[in-house]
């Protein structure tokens, strides 16, 4: 099993930008594909992007062409650039981690084994 720790979250200004990061203890998980997810008060917990072992990424159609997903594997780190913030964008933001990979989509959020604590992201106007 692996932990994911989650951080970077904070306040931000509608049209700013921030980046979060999730890292990996307890193994490495560069074989894995790693996704963030967002929940807001009332809502579902909803896919935000994924990034496979390759570097091949998803993204929900919220956010293509404002986040964009990496992962460091000599760091066991995957970060979550989040640029041009919306009102919509606030949630704690979640990362998973799943062995489950395909070439089309993204593992769906059942499909995750691991998950960190979250970090919340707040956005003001």
């Known amino acids: 099993q692996v932990q994911l720790v989650e951080s970077g979250g904070g306040l931000v200004q509608t049209g700013g930008s921030l980046r979060l990061s999730c890292t990996a203890s307890g193994r490495t998980f560069s074989s894995d594909v790693v996704g963030w997810f967002r929940q807001a008060p009332g809502k579902e917990r909803a896919f935000v992007a994924a990034?496979?072992?390759?570097?091949?990424?998803f993204y929900a159609d919220s956010v293509k062409g404002r986040f964009t997903i990496s992962r460091d594997n000599a760091k066991d780190t995957v970060y979550l650039q989040m640029n041009s913030v919306k009102p919509e964008d606030p949630a704690v933001y979640y990362c998973?981690?799943?062995?489950?990979?395909?070439?089309?989509?993204?593992?769906?959020?059942?499909?995750?084994?691991?998950w960190g604590q979250g970090t919340q992201v707040t956005v003001s106007s």
């Open positions: 998973g981690a799943t062995h489950i990979t395909r070439s089309t989509n993204p593992p769906i959020a059942e499909e995750y084994s691991d």
């Open positions: 990034i496979s072992w390759s570097g091949n990424a």
